[in-house]
C-alpha cells in the first residue's frame, strides 16, 4: 500500500510540475496564478511522499512540516486563483484578502514555533505494511490550522459556487467542473481527518485539482458554447448557407438559403435541382469553386457571388461541402454607380476627360482600316455668359450641347467632356458634315423662359493620320490651336489643324527652347530709340528687344515676341531688357551721361513676377536714379485689373520711378482711365497719325488729347513719327516728345552712343 502510494504521488508530482512549467510558458493572462496554484500544490504532495516513504520519526516530521505549511500556501494560492479566474473584485471587502494573508502567515509561524512548544502536534509510531509509520497527533495549534485552511478552502467553494449560479449556462462547464473538484477533495481530505488513516490520499484529489486548474484556465475551450455560438452566427448570416453530404444532397441550409432555393426550413429534398435551375451549373465536385452570376436584365439586375468549400474531418477526408451564396446586387450596383461617376460629367452625363481619351485611344488603335477625327469643340466667351446671365443659364447652355452632339452625331462617334465649356469628340471622316454642322451653328440660340442667347461654338479639328502615335490629348491639344485661328466674329466655326500650324508650334517649341541659351550668350540684345523734345534734342531712348540668332541671323521681334507673350516666357525677356537698361544707365551715369531709358512691361509680367520688387532689386543693385529707368505701361493693361495696376503705378512714382502709357487711344475707355490714372507721360497711338494725312478728324483728336495732358500736367509723347511734316505739325499742336523712325530706327547701344551723344557733344540736353 506504501509503496503504491508513493508511486501515485510521485507521478502526481511529476504532473504538477510539467502544468507549472506550461503555464509559466502559456502567454494568457492567467498562467502565472494557475502556476502558482499547481507550485503551491506540489508542496503537501512531496510532505505526504515523504511521510510515507520515511522510516523515522525525524523524517516523518519533516515531512509532515512541509505538508502543513504546504496546505497553507496551497489554500491561499486557490483563494487567489478564484479571486482572479471567477473576477470577483474585493474593493469594498479588501480587508478579507489582507485577514486570509494574516491568518497563513501567523499559521506557518505557529508550525515553526511547535518544535519548541510543541502545541501543534507530535507523532506516534505504528505498523503499516510490516514496517514503522508515524501518525500525527493533533493538539490546538494543529485545530488552528485546520480551521484556517477549512476555511479559506470554504470562501473558495463559496466563489465557485456564486460564479456557477450567476453565469450563463453555457458558460458554467467550466466552474461546475472545478467546483464538483473542490467538493470531492475537501470530502476525502475529512474523511482522512475524522478516521485518523494513516495515509492521506485526498492529496491526490488536490494534485488532480491542480491539474483541472491548469486545463480549465489554459487549455480549456467552450465546445459546446463554440457549436451552439456558431450555430447561430450561420443561422443569423446574411448570406444563403447549403451544407451538403458525400453524395451531393442537401442536408441543411439557413433561412437565406431556404428562401433562395425556394424551400421550407427542414425540407431540402429540392434544393440541389432548384439552385441549379437558377444559377445553373455549380461545382458540386470541385472542392474550390468560384463563381459570379448574374440574374435578370435591366435595373431588376440581381448579382450573386457562388462559393464551394469542402469540409474534412481530422483526417482530411471529405465530408461533405458547403456553399455560400453571397447577394452582391447593392455592392455591384454602388461600384457601377461610383464608376459611372468617375466615368461620366455630373451636369451632362457625357464621358469625363479621362474615359474619354481612354476610349478614343482604344478605338482609333482597334479600328485601324477607318478615318478618323478628333475634335475641340469650345463655347466662345462661356464664362461672360455664366456672369452676364448666371449659372443656371450656363449649365442650360452646357445641357443643350450635349443633346446637339447626341442628336447630330452617329452612332459610332465618341464624345465626352473635357474641361468647364469645352468638348472633345472622335468622329468617322465620312460621318462629318461640315456644311450640315456649320448651318446647325450659325442658329445655336439657348432660350430660357423670356431669355434667349446666341451662343457662339467654335471647333478645332485634328485629322488622325495612319499609324498616328499621338497622344490623344496632344490630339485635342493641336485641335484647340486650330481654333486661335477664329475671331468671335469670323463667319467660319470650324478650322482644321494643318501643316502650317503644325510648323508654327514646332517652331514656336524651338525658339522658346532656345530663350535660355540666348540670354545666356546675349544673344538678345538692347536696341535703342531715340526720344526727342520739340527742339529735336535728344532726351532718352527706349529699349526695345532684338535677336542676334547664330544659325538665322537678326530675328525681327514679330517672330518671337507673340510667341513668348502666348507661352509666358515673356516674362523672362523683360526680366533680361529690365537689367540690360540698368546697366547701360549705370554705364551712362560712370560717364557723366544724363539720360533715361524707357522699359516696356507685358501684361503678363504681372502674373509671372513681382514686378515691383524685381526692377526696384535692379535699381538698388546698379545704384541708379530710378526716375532715369522710365516704366512704359500699355494702355490695355491698365485697362485690366485697372484697381491693382492702379496700386502698382502709385508705388512705382512713390519710388521715383516715371510711368509713361503706351499705345494711348487703342481702348475704348481711354480718357475714363486717364481721370484716375496717376501717370506722368502719354505716349499717343501712332494709329492716329496714320489716320491724320486721310482725316482732318484725327487731327482734332490728337490737338484735344495734347491740350488735355498738359491741362492734366501730362508729357505728352507722340510714337510713329516718320516724316518731318508729321514732326512739325505734332510739334505746332504742342506735343512736347517724339519717337520714330524720322529721327531713327532702334540700333544697337553703340551706334546709338556714336550716333547720338558724339554729334550732342556727348551729352544730351
Same mark, same amino acid.
Given at each position: ?66 505538508? *502543513?505549511?504546504? =496546505? ?8 487567489? *486563483? ?7 473584485? %474585493? ?68 466563489? =465557485? ?14 466552474? #461546475? ?38 486545463? *480549465? ?85 440581381? *448579382? ?6 469542402? $469540409? ?66 469650345? $463655347? ?22 450635349? /443633346? ?112 535660355? /541659351? ?101 535699381? /538698388? ?41 503706351? /499705345? ?24 492716329? %497719325? ?72 556727348? #551729352?544730351?540736353?
Amino acid at each position: 500500500m506504501r509503496f503504491g502510494a508513493a508511486i501515485a504521488f510521485s507521478i502526481l508530482v511529476v504532473m504538477l510540475l510539467i502544468s507549472v512549467v506550461a503555464a509559466r510558458l502559456s502567454r494568457k493572462p492567467m498562467g502565472k496564478w494557475v502556476a502558482f496554484v499547481n507550485a503551491s500544490l506540489m508542496i503537501p504532495v512531496i510532505g505526504n511522499l515523504i511521510i510515507i516513504v520515511s522510516r523515522t520519526q525525524d523524517h516523518s516530521n519533516y515531512g509532515y512540516y512541509t505538508y *502543513f505549511i504546504g =496546505m497553507d500556501i496551497a489554500v491561499y494560492s486557490l483563494f487567489r *486563483f478564484a479571486l482572479t479566474y471567477c473576477e470577483i473584485k %474585493l474593493k469594498k471587502a479588501k480587508w478579507l484578502e489582507y485577514a486570509a494573508y494574516a491568518l497563513i502567515i501567523g499559521d506557518i509561524l505557529q508550525y515553526l514555533l511547535n518544535p519548541v512548544y510543541h502545541q501543534a502536534f507530535s507523532t506516534e509510531m505504528l505498523m503499516v505494511d510490516a514496517a514503522a509509520y508515524y501518525r500525527i497527533i493533533p493538539y490546538v495549534g494543529q485545530s488552528f490550522h485546520r480551521v484556517i485552511c477549512y476555511g479559506l478552502f470554504l470562501v473558495v467553494i463559496v466563489i =465557485m459556487t456564486y460564479k456557477w449560479r450567476k453565469t450563463p449556462k453555457i458558460y458554467s462547464e467550466k466552474y #461546475s467542473i472545478l467546483l464538483i473538484s473542490l467538493l470531492v477533495t475537501g470530502g476525502i481530505e475529512t474523511y482522512y481527518i475524522v478516521s485518523r488513516t494513516p495515509i492521506d490520499m485526498s492529496m491526490m484529489g488536490f494534485a488532480i485539482l491542480g491539474v483541472l486548474v491548469y486545463y *480549465f484556465a489554459i487549455v480549456y475551450r467552450p465546445v459546446r458554447l463554440l457549436d451552439r455560438m456558431l450555430a447561430s452566427v450561420v443561422s443569423d448570416m446574411p448570406e444563403a448557407l447549403f451544407f451538403f453530404d458525400r453524395s451531393g444532397e442537401c442536408i441543411w441550409a439557413n433561412g437565406p438559403g431556404c428562401f433562395i432555393a425556394g424551400v421550407k426550413e427542414g425540407s431540402y429534398d429540392n434544393v440541389k435541382s432548384n439552385l441549379e435551375a437558377l444559377f445553373g451549373d455549380i461545382g458540386f465536385d470541385d472542392p474550390e469553386w468560384s463563381n459570379n452570376v448574374e440574374i435578370g436584365e435591366g435595373d431588376d439586375t440581381k *448579382f450573386y457571388n457562388l462559393d464551394t468549400r469542402r $469540409i474534412t474531418d481530422e483526417t482530411n477526408n471529405t465530408t461533405g461541402m458547403l456553399l455560400n451564396i453571397h447577394d452582391n446586387t447593392e455592392y455591384q450596383r454602388e461600384l457601377m454607380k461610383q464608376m459611372y461617376n468617375s466615368t461620366h460629367d455630373a451636369l451632362t452625363g457625357l464621358y469625363a476627360r479621362e474615359y474619354l481619351c481612354e476610349c478614343i485611344d482604344q478605338r482609333i488603335k482597334s479600328d485601324v482600316d477607318s478615318k478618323y477625327l478628333v475634335l475641340y469643340v469650345n $463655347i466662345v466667351n462661356f464664362n461672360i455668359i455664366n456672369d452676364v446671365f448666371g449659372s443656371k443659364f450656363s449649365d442650360l447652355t452646357l445641357k443643350h450641347m450635349a /443633346d446637339f452632339m447626341r442628336t447630330n452625331l452617329s452612332d459610332t462617334s465618341i464624345y465626352g467632356k473635357i474641361s468647364a465649356h469645352t468638348f472633345g469628340l472622335l468622329v468617322k471622316k465620312e460621318n462629318f458634315d461640315v456644311e450640315h454642322i456649320e448651318e446647325r451653328l450659325n442658329n445655336f440660340t439657348i432660350s430660357d423662359d423670356n431669355l434667349e442667347h446666341h451662343i457662339v461654338i467654335h471647333i478645332g479639328v485634328y485629322e488622325v493620320e495612319p499609324d498616328d502615335e499621338a497622344d490623344v490629348n496632344l490630339m485635342f491639344e493641336s485641335a484647340r490651336l486650330a481654333t486661335s485661328r477664329l475671331r468671335e466674329d469670323s463667319p467660319e466655326h470650324i478650322v482644321y489643324y494643318d501643316d502650317m500650324l503644325r510648323d508654327e508650334i514646332v517652331y514656336d517649341q524651338l525658339i522658346s527652347n532656345q530663350l535660355q /541659351d540666348a540670354i545666356k550668350e546675349r544673344q538678345m540684345r538692347p536696341y535703342l530709340q531715340p526720344i526727342v523734345n520739340n527742339e529735336g534734342t535728344l532726351v532718352g531712348a527706349e529699349a526695345l528687344v532684338r535677336w542676334i540668332h547664330p544659325d538665322d541671323g537678326y530675328l525681327s521681334p514679330a517672330a518671337f515676341i507673340p510667341v513668348f507673350e502666348k507661352n509666358g516666357l515673356i516674362a523672362e525677356v523683360d526680366k533680361y531688357m529690365w537689367r540690360c537698361a540698368c546697366e547701360i544707365l549705370a554705364d551712362w551715369a560712370s560717364r557723366g551721361i544724363d539720360s533715361f531709358i524707357s522699359i516696356n512691361i507685358s501684361p503678363k509680367d504681372f502674373y509671372f513676377l513681382d514686378v515691383v520688387k524685381e526692377i526696384k532689386s535692379l535699381v /538698388d543693385e546698379f545704384e541708379i536714379n530710378p526716375a532715369k529707368l522710365r516704366i512704359e505701361i500699355t494702355e490695355t493693361l491698365m485697362m485690366t485689373d485697372s484697381d491693382d495696376r492702379l496700386d502698382i503705378v502709385a508705388k512705382f512714382r512713390q519710388m521715383g520711378f516715371i510711368v509713361e502709357i503706351d /499705345d494711348f487711344g487703342s481702348g475704348y475707355s481711354s480718357f475714363n482711365l486717364l481721370k484716375d490714372m496717376p501717370v506722368d507721360v502719354l505716349k499717343i497711338d501712332m494709329k492716329f %497719325l496714320v489716320d491724320s494725312d486721310r482725316n482732318p478728324r484725327s487731327n482734332t483728336i490728337i490737338q484735344n488729347i495734347i491740350n488735355m495732358s498738359e491741362d492734366l500736367g501730362i508729357v505728352s509723347l507722340t510714337e510713329g513719327v516718320e516724316t518731318f511734316e508729321q514732326y512739325q505739325k505734332l510739334a505746332g499742336m504742342g506735343c512736347k516728345l517724339f519717337q520714330g523712325y524720322y529721327f531713327s530706327r532702334p540700333v544697337p547701344v553703340e551706334d546709338f552712343e556714336k550716333d547720338w551723344f558724339r554729334r550732342r557733344g556727348g #551729352s544730351a540736353v
